[in-house]
């Protein structure tokens, strides 16, 4: 245990306060139910963004959709809208029942963002949006374009050679970089990535054969965004992507809900007050799962109930809204180290904006195990041949947790959901693995299978 104070306080006096916190330090998996949650139209009181704002992404997205049919042929099937498939996954859920000895009831399902075409994960939605958004607003100011052109207009050298005047930077543990990265360096941005010590060789080598500029750096995301920041306030032609207070990111990811509606209509799921959705996002930041979930509560409201997921050890999201000090503190202000196998989550103190945005709207956090996001990812490839990368495991364990823990249980009774329990569709949100290369997916497997003997 840590001696030092934190905000003053001792250690002792915060595990007083919050004593879950003790579970936490000590690196349990341990589930947090949020004591402010609140009916939807109190908790949106205070909250600056809406319904508007979200139908603005969407637009703007399918604004850019001919483009990125043009240059992403693999989105032209789908118009250049880039979505993701949600599939059932009984198999998966029969292995879950087996692995924690009950019956789990209701609706297993997989939201695959992490097959999201051009950069393979959650990040697609939030950083390609805000990418676009930033082209678009220099490109409506230079008058390149106009609000109601064919897009496709963008895909010339010309455009390509003025947005090489400008250029973009971003700090991130790897997929952020990546989705940043290529859709700046398709525009003709000059693009830099500050990347942590977290990210992925594979990562850093895909981004430098499409000539993005990738700066490494020993230390943690936080290191990496302070880094390109500063390279980017040094320079006005310079646009640094916030991944810590960014309402773009967060929009683009916000997108995501309208979608899932429709396609949840298309294979008969109702959500309503008799049939509840519940969805269990990994989380880093926050920017992305958090984005998700508000674009869904502003949808289904109240039959809506989100977790977010962490690794033990950077446990940033559920330690911020706990204390209520969000970006005040950091998991290593509590001893705790952020390191972990879950480079996607490898972040150590969460964004703020989004804890403080999410303060009632959230039902809680929930935190696991390196070694069982791996079992589980091993457990998810034989059961239903779906490769993940570990972060991307982080949501599936949230229907046990709910369903067979002590709190979990409590929070559908509080909730009067105990006679419903059987029409909950329970959505894991997957961020993130069809690019990893096969050589290390099959050591991420491999290393799965031999913590399940
Ligand atoms: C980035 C990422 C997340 C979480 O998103 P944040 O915005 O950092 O919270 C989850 N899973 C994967 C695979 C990611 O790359």
Redesign the pocket.
Same mark, same amino acid.
């Given at each position: 245990m840590v001696n030092l104070k934190i905000l003053n306080k001792e250690i002792s006096t915060w595990i007083e306060e919050y004593p879950l916190l003790e579970e936490i330090i000590n690196l349990k998996e341990s589930l947090w139910i949020n004591p402010q949650y609140n009916k939807f139209e109190e908790s949106i009181k205070n909250i600056s963004l809406s319904d508007a704002d979200v139908l603005d992404a969407e637009n703007r997205l399918n604004r850019f959709a001919p483009y990125i049919a043009q240059v992403f042929p693999e989105t032209k099937s789908e118009n250049g809208i880039i979505e993701s498939p949600i599939v059932k996954i009984d198999n998966m859920k029969t292995k879950l029942e087996d692995r924690c000895g009950e019956k789990l009831i209701g609706n297993l399902l997989l939201k695959c963002?992490?097959h999201l075409k051009v950069s393979g994960?959650?990040?697609a939605r939030?950083g390609i949006y805000e990418v676009l958004k930033h082209a678009e607003d220099l490109a409506l100011q230079n008058n390149i374009i106009a609000l109601d052109d064919n897009y496709e207009k963008l895909h010339t050298d010309e455009v390509r050679s003025f947005f090489s005047n400008y250029s973009v930077v971003v700090g991130s543990?790897?997929?952020?970089g990546l989705s940043i990265g290529i859709m700046s360096a398709k525009l003709g941005f000059k693009v830099t990535v500050h990347m942590s010590d977290d990210a992925r060789q594979w990562k850093k080598d895909l981004l430098r054969s499409k000539g993005v500029e990738v700066i490494e750096y020993e230390s943690d995301y936080s290191k990496a965004v302070e880094e390109g920041r500063k390279q980017a306030d040094a320079d006005a032609n310079s646009y640094f992507v916030d991944?810590e207070n960014s309402k773009n990111?967060f929009l683009g990811?916000s997108v995501a809900a309208r979608r899932l509606e429709k396609q949840l209509k298309d294979i008969n799921i109702k959500v309503d007050s008799n049939n509840p959705l519940f969805v269990y996002?990994?989380?880093?930041?926050?920017?992305?799962? /958090? &984005?998700v979930a508000f674009g869904l509560k502003l949808l289904f409201k109240d039959n809506v109930h989100f977790f977010?997921a962490e690794p033990t050890h950077s446990p940033c999201?559920m330690i911020g809204c706990m204390t209520k000090e969000h970006d005040n503190v950091c998991v290593q202000d509590f001893g705790i180290d952020n390191v972990t196998a879950?480079?996607?989550?490898a972040?150590g103190r969460?964004?703020g904006f989004?804890g403080k945005t999410l303060e009632k709207l959230m039902s809680g956090c929930y935190s696991v195990t390196d070694e069982n996001m791996y079992r589980l990812l091993a457990t998810m490839a034989d059961s239903e041949n779906i490769f993940l990368?570990p972060?991307?495991l982080?949501g599936v364990c949230g229907i046990v947790n709910i369903l067979t823990s002590k709190e979990g249980k409590k929070y559908l009774r509080d909730n009067n959901l105990e006679d419903k329990v059987k029409n909950i569709n329970h959505i894991a949100?997957a961020? /993130? &693995?069809s690019m990893v290369p096969k050589n290390i997916m099959d050591e991420y497997y491999n290393k799965g299978v031999s913590l399940l003997k």
């Open positions: 963002d992490s994960s959650i990040k939030g543990t790897g997929n952020l991944d990111l990811y996002l990994p989380c880093g930041v926050g920017g992305g799962p /958090g &984005g977010f999201m879950a480079d996607g989550l972040v969460a964004s989004v990368e972060s991307a982080a949100w961020t /993130g &693995g």
